[in-house]
């Protein structure tokens, strides 16, 4: 009898995703989970006495149709809370821009460039739907048999068959950066400024960066029930979706241990043949398939001195610098942003001004500083759900960048240092919101990457730009989820087609290994 | 060194500078690796003669070395170079060469186990960056003390009588490719059965300070035993003869290389008795694997060809008149009395007792004429003197 038996390090979405179609094909698969709970950085956790949080990602927006519906995530529990989220670009004024996909009203915003921003919605949505195919399966190869070259004819001609004008424009802007293209696009500094925060959003880059479009329309390939740029918040924060995504796991066969801690991934002749685990137990199994980053996955578990030297440098190369930081708080109250009605707290709230102050903001993070005034993505998901604080109180959830991994003065004094730059700021939109704080919680790239075992913080599991990106990520070897070690494949987000709470790169891995069978 | 100097220096002088400069009459030397070396000191048959009847001194001062040292000092020999370091025993030396991801020779060199977990890794090339890269997940320590550490190789018939007349008692008792250590007026000099004549000789290692006090002590005791000190040319003819290659000549160092398919894997130079597929892990493995299974693309060959007229730079034809491949060294022997090549030739060609036909341009009295010389590939180094491997070393 042949041994099907598939470990998985890390039970994050992606890992869980994988887990649930190894299972479905037949395999005997174990995860495991080093946190107390499945999730990785899709989780909900408590943050003070009776709050719970989404601690990472905080919004569901790329989430595979064909994932969720394939593995029946809602039959498994996931809802939910609010699929149709409304951006809400604040002003400090209470001019607030009001954005949903193409459609944007209020703020600075004149008519002309409001008809623009439908034209340029439609063009960046056509440009993302080229990125929308190629996730679907593993990378091509560049170099190869034919089939790999049939990868590339299929990419070719999805950018082709856009037509004469739009490839042009595709193939003009795909390497550049946001700024660039707002700046020819529209007037409204407020737009702007709400458009690049999606181009920046989880990286080290600033607007004016190359790879910031590329950034956008990744996040553009996803949708929340079909509707494209659309933004949903999970019943119970986003540890839903990994509850629902463990459940169809386990309804598939497969074992989760959590609490479980993989010291290192064993190594034996050249082959992965199992992991250790911390309390020094030994699992073999045919094949190990990491969720996690690159970077943990190759120095941490497998020990560089296991590949070759110019993979090893490859690894050691992969840029995985976090940049964002997680700001809870708990509230007495909903807060009263200046000029914004109390139904429109429950949208994503947008700090991020104008592209300038964006990229002011970014210019800190350059020398390992904190933003003097960090832009923010803050949701109140207490404002649809009322099971993750008491009755009547709130908690607010916040990306902040920016937020360097490499902070000069390290991030032991850093972490007060940037609650209180980002308190100065929503004071400044929404008066009085200090005095109705009762806890805080500031999670630096430094502490990410403790509690989600991510190297470098980095939420993508490495930086999305084009050296990162599709054949090359996380490096070329090992783009299409196995790796130069015999039984070793990667499934996370460091994998094509990357991050963002999707889980493409699970079930592209899960397949890859369908595919070859019993080969290692 | 003072590192922030250092490029206002145009070219630096060896340890051995002093005395060199003083003996090299023709005053022609080249720059190897930022260091200048005699390519002869009067005349390059008197120093050739010298090193196959007598004794050769030639100043290896330039000659890389990295001292490698640490926990993992073996583990991290073994994954970068192709053969088992864990046999090498110390006061061992083993010829040795190392590749990239894709298999292609990066050099080649020699790796000398000196104290237990000390070792030693000589090339031609500079290799300190590729050795970083390498040390990427290894508790070592990494030194380049080529600067620090001068050395003379010592070569030919005559050579074990010198050392020993220099005071290097029981040196006729050291194997090929042993280590033994002498006190020099005070300090350590390292000796080695080492070198790149294919013949009886030595190469001696010392702190650069003690460099000229070596040299003349040397010198002194070779007084009657024939010593000459020699340049790169004549090395170069006893390096052809003995059938070593050379990095730069015989093969494109793959850290240098542009163009695709330049390089060579140790298999394409005919040095598979190097890779050793036993180990799990070395860089270079799994290409080499692939490499073995498909075949090669190109094979290394010796030959041996009809007249007298070198064959170098020639084109290699087979009897279809077709190109097979080019010739990377050649010479006329005058040890070996034949007409021998080096040459890189597309597989399948370049097995023993293949006949093959190079296209030799010479030159007589300014004319130039063309030859298709008979060119035969044969097994061995073209001179391999008994002398060589006997132990203990033979007094002339």
């Known amino acids: ?520 | 060194m003072n590192k922030k100097e250092h490029y206002k220096t145009f070219v630096y002088p060896t340890a051995f500078h002093s005395r060199t400069s003083k003996l090299n009459q023709m005053q022609e030397s080249h720059r190897w690796k930022d260091y200048l070396v005699a390519d002869v000191y009067e005349d390059v048959a008197l120093e050739y003669f010298a090193m196959r009847n007598s004794t050769g001194v030639f100043d290896l001062c330039p000659m890389t070395k990295h001292k490698i040292t640490g926990p993992d000092a073996l583990e991290f020999l073994n994954r970068m170079l192709t053969r088992d370091v864990s046999k090498l025993k110390p006061g061992r030396v083993s010829y040795c060469v190392w590749c990239d991801d894709e298999g292609q020779v990066i050099d080649d060199g020699t790796v000398f186990h000196m104290r237990p977990g000390e070792y030693l890794l000589c090339s031609q090339e500079r290799q300190l960056d590729w050795l970083s890269i390498s040390s990427l997940g290894f508790e070592v320590t990494i030194t380049e003390p080529t600067h620090e550490l001068a050395a003379l190789a010592v070569q030919g018939p005559t050579s074990c009588a010198v050392l020993r007349k220099m005071g290097l008692n029981d040196i006729q008792n050291l194997k090929p490719f042993g280590i033994a250590w002498f006190d020099f007026q005070g300090s350590e000099l390292m000796v080695s059965r080492t070198g790149f004549t294919g013949d009886l000789g030595y190469e001696v290692w010392i702190e650069a300070p003690r460099a000229e006090a070596l040299w003349d002590a040397l010198f002194a005791a070779g007084k009657e035993h024939g010593i000459r000190p020699i340049g790169t040319h004549a090395l170069e003819m006893t390096r052809i003869e003995a059938g070593f290659i050379q990095a730069g000549v015989d093969f494109l160092p793959a850290d240098e290389a542009v163009r695709p398919g330049r390089t060579r894997s140790p298999f394409e130079l005919g040095l598979s008795w190097l890779v050793d597929f036993k180990k799990p892990n070395f860089t270079g493995r799994n290409a080499l694997l692939e490499e073995k299974e498909k075949g090669s693309r190109y094979n290394f060959a010796r030959l041996d060809i009809a007249g007298n007229k070198p064959a170098k730079d020639a084109f290699i034809y087979n009897s279809k008149k077709q190109v097979v491949g080019t010739v990377t060294s050649a010479m006329w022997s005058p040890t070996a009395k034949a007409n021998i090549a080096l040459a890189s030739l597309h597989a399948p060609w370049g097995k023993p007792g293949d006949e093959l036909y190079a296209e030799i341009y010479y030159q007589r009295e300014l004319k130039w004429s063309r030859v298709m010389a008979r060119a035969t590939v044969v097994e061995g180094a073209f001179f391999d003197p008994e002398r060589k491997k006997v132990t203990p070393a033979l007094d002339f």
Not at chain 1, 8 to 35: P, S, W
Not at chain 1, 47 to 71: E, N, R, T, W
Not at chain 1, 282 to 310: I, Q, W, Y
Not at chain 1, 445 to 454: K, L, S, T, W
């Open chain 1, 1 to 520: 009898m042949t041994d099907n038996s598939v470990i998985i390090v890390g039970g994050g979405h992606n890992g869980l995703v994988c887990a649930a179609y190894l299972a479905k094909a037949g395999r005997k698969v174990t995860v495991l989970e080093a946190a107390d709970q499945v999730g990785g950085a899709a989780v909900t956790r408590e943050f003070a006495p009776g709050y719970q949080v989404s601690a990472c990602a905080h919004l569901l927006f790329m989430l595979d149709k064909d994932i969720s519906s394939g593995l029946g995530l809602k039959k498994h529990g996931l809802k939910l809370a609010a699929a149709d989220m409304e951006t809400v670009s604040l002003s400090d004024t209470g001019e607030h821009l009001f954005l949903s996909g193409p459609e944007a009203r209020g703020g600075d915003l004149s008519a002309d460039d409001a008809a623009k921003l439908k034209q340029f919605n439609a063009r960046m949505n056509k440009f993302a739907d080229v990125l929308r195919k190629v996730y679907k399966g593993r990378p091509p190869r560049l170099v190869g048999e034919w089939q790999e070259l049939k990868g590339l004819a299929k990419l070719g001609l999805a950018v082709r068959g856009m037509g004469r004008e739009d490839m042009r424009e595709f193939l003009r802007i795909a390497g550049i950066n946001i700024y660039d293209v707002l700046q020819e696009q529209f007037d409204s500094e407020m737009l702007k400024g709400a458009v690049a925060w999606d181009a920046v959003l989880g990286g080290h880059l600033g607007p004016r960066s190359n790879n910031s479009i590329l950034n956008y329309l990744h996040k553009l390939t996803g949708d929340v029930n079909g509707k494209r740029g659309a933004m949903a918040s999970v019943r119970g924060g986003m540890g839903g979706v990994t509850a629902a995504l463990a459940k169809a796991a386990e309804a598939a066969g497969a074992e989760i241990r959590t609490s479980t801690v993989v010291s290192r991934i064993i190594v034996e002749n050249g082959t992965v043949t199992g992991v250790e685990l911390e309390n020094g137990e030994k699992l073999s199994a045919s094949k190990v398939v990491s969720n996690a980053d690159p970077r943990t996955t190759f120095m941490d578990l497998v020990g560089l001195k296991h590949l070759e030297a110019g993979v090893a440098l490859q690894v050691r190369n992969i840029r995985s610098r976090g940049s964002v930081a997680k700001l809870h708080l708990a509230l007495d109250s909903l807060p009263r942003f200046t000029g914004l009605d109390e139904k429109a707290l429950g949208g994503r709230l947008l700090i991020s001004p104008s592209v300038v102050e964006l990229e002011q903001a970014f210019d800190f993070s350059k020398y390992g500083e904190i933003s003097e005034s960090p832009m923010m993505e803050i949701t109140l998901p207490t404002v649809h759900d009322d099971s993750l604080a008491p009755g009547g109180k709130h908690v607010l959830s916040a990306l902040v960048q920016y937020a360097p991994y490499n902070l000069k003065q390290g991030w032991e004094s850093g972490r007060g240092e940037l609650l209180k730059r980002c308190m100065a700021v929503l004071e400044r939109y929404a008066p009085g919101i200090g005095a109705t704080v009762l806890h805080s919680e500031v999670l630096s790239p430094a502490d990410i990457e403790r509690e989600f075992r991510i190297a470098g913080g980095h939420w993508h599991h490495g930086e999305f730009a084009l050296d990162q990106f599709m054949m090359t990520r996380p490096m070329h070897g090992s783009a299409q989820y196995a790796t130069p070690l015999p039984g070793l494949f990667l499934c996370g987000a460091g994998a094509h087609p990357g991050g963002g709470v999707m889980g493409a790169a699970g079930r592209n891995a899960a397949n890859e290994i369908i595919a070859r069978g019993d080969a290692a």
